[in-house]
């Protein structure tokens, strides 16, 4: 597919997609998340894609929804174009592992389809915050659900409803971020992660991250259920008998499931 609003490459075995509108700090309109949703359709279909990196440019990962967009819309516009569901769902249901890299803003709708992504890397430029509060408005795509769970109730109903932003080291600290790193070696870091994932047994990271994303939608012994469920099917994979035979003959596995 041709796209307007974002970049699509692959590097190896990582899907790249770089939020491409420079001069609205990557504002998310429709037809940005639109794409979005069709790149995630591509790269998930591509076997040789093993993990999917979403990033933005130096000053900004994404400053949030199109503002400029929404303005004129009213409730039955964004009710029927189900506005807030559009590409935000698609990554969120990605199979395959994500990474987020983010420098500069992540604000509103950049911040919450940075916490669709399994793993946020950030530079240490990056600023999130949720500062729908100060248009008269409140988050739409997981703002005050995957923030909350991601670093409590106080902070994120400080951040809702301050509308103020969280440096890099907050976010760190408070668990939104997995690491900092130099602004200058965003991209090399993060594609340095998605590739170490990628070269992982395929069908194993997809069920460590179902596990991992079932904490959050599950009491804790259903979650353990499904955790011992996959744990026990890893051992049909070639992957895993390939993996331990490797460890016990001192050399590097060959991960061959798709
Ligand atoms: C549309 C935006 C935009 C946005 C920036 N721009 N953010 N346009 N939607 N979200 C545009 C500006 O209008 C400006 O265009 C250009 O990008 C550069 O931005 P400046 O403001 O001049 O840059 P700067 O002074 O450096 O300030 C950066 C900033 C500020 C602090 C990030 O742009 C800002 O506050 N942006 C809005 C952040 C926000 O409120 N996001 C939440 C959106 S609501 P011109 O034409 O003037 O050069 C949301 C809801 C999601 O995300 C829920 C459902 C999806």
Do not use: W
């Not at 639109?34 to 076997?47: G, K, T, W, Y």
Request: some cysteine; charged content about 25%; aromatic content about 6%.
């Amino acid at each position: 597919a041709t796209f307007e609003f974002i970049i699509v490459e692959s590097k190896g075995p990582v899907g790249v997609i770089t939020l491409n509108r420079p001069k609205m700090l990557n504002a998310l309109s429709f037809g940005v998340f639109r794409e979005i949703a069709a790149a995630v359709d591509d790269l998930e279909a591509d076997d040789k894609i093993g993990c999917i990196l979403i990033t933005g440019s130096e000053k900004a990962f994404a400053a949030g929804a199109d503002i400029k967009e929404m303005q004129p819309k009213g409730f039955i516009d964004m009710f029927n174009s189900d506005f807030a569901s559009i590409g935000g769902d698609r990554v969120a249901r990605c199979r395959k592992p994500t990474i987020a890299a983010v420098a500069g803003y992540a604000l509103g709708g950049g911040c919450e389809l940075a916490m669709m992504c399994d793993i946020i890397i950030a530079a240490e430029t990056a600023k999130f915050g949720q500062p729908e509060i100060t248009l008269g408005t409140i988050p739409g795509i997981g703002g005050t659900q995957r923030l909350t769970r991601a670093i409590g109730k106080s902070k994120a109903m400080d951040l809702c409803l301050t509308g103020r932003m969280m440096d890099a080291a907050e976010a760190e600290r408070s668990g939104l971020v997995s690491r900092i790193v130099p602004a200058d070696k965003l991209l090399e870091e993060a594609l340095a992660a998605a590739e170490k994932i990628a070269s992982m047994s395929r069908p194993a990271a997809a069920m460590a991250k179902e596990a991992i994303n079932r904490a959050f939608e599950t009491p804790l012994s259903e979650g353990m259920n499904v955790e011992r469920n996959l744990f026990h099917s890893t051992f049909a994979l070639e992957d895993r008998s390939e993996g331990m035979a490797a460890f016990i003959e001192k050399r590097k596995p060959v991960n061959k499931n798709r």
